[in-house]
């Protein structure tokens, strides 16, 4: 192929505009994909095993009792998505944890705004946890905080129910 060939085959390429309007994505679109992505949440279950996924759906399906319903979609492996119809039928699930599948930990975590799920670490889920055989003078916020700490990340201390289990007064 000469020089001539090569120039007559490139000047029929173009990166000119197709013919026709230009479409733009309506903003209400927009407003109502990011709406749906709000109401969902995205779990996986946190073992090496794969698990079935058929079983998974049927019995979260049957225990998470939630007013307006909800639907799940497997994505990979352990990986699940979950899609609310309403913000207090997901925020009862996410809050209601930990949840667990066949002996396993479901980390669940909210969805980015653009939906990918690919960034997500799942390497967090929150526990209840209560410590014993503190000693009365040490039952404080500050010591509660500390000792905590050394588990994980501490979302609160709630002393009422450490002084009503030891049943601690003043005099």
């Given at each position: 192929m000469d020089a001539d060939e090569l120039e007559r085959l490139c000047s029929a390429l173009s990166i000119k505009e197709l013919e026709g309007p230009i479409k733009t994505l309506d903003e209400g679109m927009k407003t109502s994909k990011e709406r749906k992505l709000v109401l969902c949440l995205a779990g996986k279950v946190l073992t090496t095993a794969l698990v079935n996924k058929d079983a998974f759906i049927?019995?979260?399906?049957?225990?998470?009792?939630?007013?307006?319903?909800?639907?799940?979609?497997?994505?990979?492996?352990?990986?699940?998505?979950?899609?609310?119809?309403?913000?207090?039928?997901?925020?009862?699930?996410?809050?209601?944890?930990?949840?667990?599948?066949?002996?396993?930990?479901?980390?669940?975590?909210?969805?980015?705004?653009?939906?990918?799920?690919?960034?997500?670490?799942?390497?967090?889920?929150?526990?209840?946890?209560?410590?014993?055989?503190?000693?009365?003078?040490?039952?404080?916020?500050?010591?509660?905080?500390?000792?905590?700490t050394m588990i994980g990340e501490v979302r609160e201390v709630d002393l009422a129910i450490a002084n009503e289990d030891n049943k601690l007064s003043e005099n």
């Amino acid at each position: 192929m000469d020089a001539d060939e090569l120039e007559r085959l490139c000047s029929a390429l173009s990166i000119k505009e197709l013919e026709g309007p230009i479409k733009t994505l309506d903003e209400g679109m927009k407003t109502s994909k990011e709406r749906k992505l709000v109401l969902c949440l995205a779990g996986k279950v946190l073992t090496t095993a794969l698990v079935n996924k058929d079983a998974f759906i049927s019995v979260f399906n049957s225990i998470w009792k939630v007013s307006k319903g909800f639907e799940i979609e497997w994505v990979e492996g352990n990986i699940f998505t979950f899609q609310f119809f309403n913000m207090e039928d997901r925020n009862r699930i996410i809050n209601g944890g930990p949840w667990n599948f066949d002996k396993a930990i479901v980390a669940l975590e909210e969805l980015p705004i653009d939906g990918d799920i690919s960034n997500l670490g799942f390497n967090k889920v929150e526990f209840w946890i209560q410590v014993h055989k503190i000693p009365p003078l040490c039952m404080s916020e500050e010591i509660g905080l500390f000792l905590c700490t050394m588990i994980g990340e501490v979302r609160e201390v709630d002393l009422a129910i450490a002084n009503e289990d030891n049943k601690l007064s003043e005099n």
